[in-house]
């Protein structure tokens, strides 16, 4: 079943049930905020094509694994406004890819992302400027991250402020060993608005959470596997030859976790990804829904008939 299948069957199933009823049907949307919270989603994508620069590319590649390019180079690869658009238009593209089953997130130029554009910011620095583009992103990245791809962001050079929220929408990180992810927030007067402290306390722990934000600490990758934030590090590509490329190294990394149909990876996905967002019983529930979508389908009759053994 399609994601949007099992969000219209949420949808259904929380119609009719008050407030939790209200709070599914955002889930279901994959969206944080709708016109019920006074965001208006046209009215914020036009604001921010104000502010163009650089841009966001996709490739979706036969292997089933996409990659996601954050490439505005002259700039460290800040979002610019337009950048912030593009990347909610390929996060529409890859909600819809159905042979898709994973998602590489990185930077060009080997380099993350130095967070929001800060001449964008300066110019929309108002409160309520300000408050749209924080709902705008949160609703991206939101989406990006219930996308039911296995998503892996591929850290190079620095994951700065805004390149640092970014990286937690992805279930894992894996860093290149002089890589370096900074939550700069308070040293810019901020917190992180685009969801990135909320995930973050998800991915480290609250304790851990409150260190690297108080402290706006650089997370190198000896102190990112030690707080559990990144997943991996890779190989010096000039250091150990025959290591491949980080892109590489990352495609080989997560091909332990791919390997069979689209259909059941995705499968793997949703169900983790309503055990990790969903109470107990509507997590359970939709864990059924997703059960029953690979129960007699062709890989689970391709593996019965085969009487697979697991040595
Ligand atoms: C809710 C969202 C919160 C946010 O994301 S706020 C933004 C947080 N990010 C920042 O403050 C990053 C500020 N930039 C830096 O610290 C440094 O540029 C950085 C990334 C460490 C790189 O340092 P260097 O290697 O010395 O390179 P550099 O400073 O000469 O930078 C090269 C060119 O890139 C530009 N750049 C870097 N980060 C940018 C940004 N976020 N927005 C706009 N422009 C940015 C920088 O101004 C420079 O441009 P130019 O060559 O002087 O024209």
């Known amino acids: 079943m399609a994601l949007c299948a099992l969000r219209r069957q949420l949808l259904?199933?929380?119609s009719s049930c008050g407030a939790w009823g209200r709070c599914m049907q955002r889930w279901s949307s994959g969206c944080v905020y709708t016109d019920v919270h006074g965001f208006n989603q046209l009215e914020i994508r036009e604001k921010l094509q104000a502010f163009p620069g650089g841009s966001v590319d996709l490739l979706k590649q036969d292997s089933g694994v996409a990659v996601l390019t954050i490439n505005n180079p002259s700039r460290m690869n800040a979002l610019s406004?337009?950048?912030?658009?593009?990347l909610e238009e390929r996060v529409s593209q890859l909600e819809n890819w159905t042979d898709?089953?994973?998602l590489i997130v990185r930077g060009a130029a080997e380099t993350f992302c130095s967070g929001s554009d800060l001449n964008a910011v300066r110019a929309i620095s108002n409160p309520q400027d300000g408050m749209k583009m924080c709902m705008f992103m949160q609703n991206a990245l939101t989406r990006l991250l219930r996308l039911s791809l296995i998503s892996v962001a591929l850290v190079e050079g620095r994951a700065l402020g805004g390149g640092a929220e970014l990286a937690t929408a992805c279930d894992f990180r894996l860093m290149a060993s002089d890589s370096v992810i900074q939550f700069v927030h308070k040293h810019m007067g901020l917190?992180?608005?685009?969801g990135g402290a909320t995930r973050l306390v998800r991915i480290v722990g609250s304790q851990n959470a409150l260190k690297l934000l108080a402290g706006a600490l650089k997370v190198d990758p000896e102190l990112g596997l030690q707080v559990g934030l990144a997943d991996g590090v890779l190989q010096d590509p000039q250091g150990q030859e025959g290591a491949g490329t980080p892109l590489q190294q990352?495609?080989?990394w997560l091909s332990s976790y791919i390997k069979g149909p689209a259909?059941?990876?995705?499968a793997v996905k949703k169900v983790v990804l309503s055990g990790r967002e969903l109470p107990l019983s509507e997590a359970l529930r939709t864990e059924k829904d997703v059960f029953g979508t690979v129960w007699g389908g062709p890989a689970n009759l391709q593996a019965l008939a085969s009487k697979s053994k697991h040595k």
């Not at 917190?191 to 685009?194: D, I, N, S």
């Not at 259909?263 to 995705?266: K, L």
């Open 12 to 14: 259904k199933r929380s």
């Open 81 to 86: 406004g337009s950048m912030m658009v593009d």
């Open 100 to 102: 898709g089953k994973a």
């Open 191 to 194: 917190v992180p608005g685009w």
């Open 250 to 252: 990352a495609e080989k």
């Open 263 to 266: 259909p059941v990876i995705q």
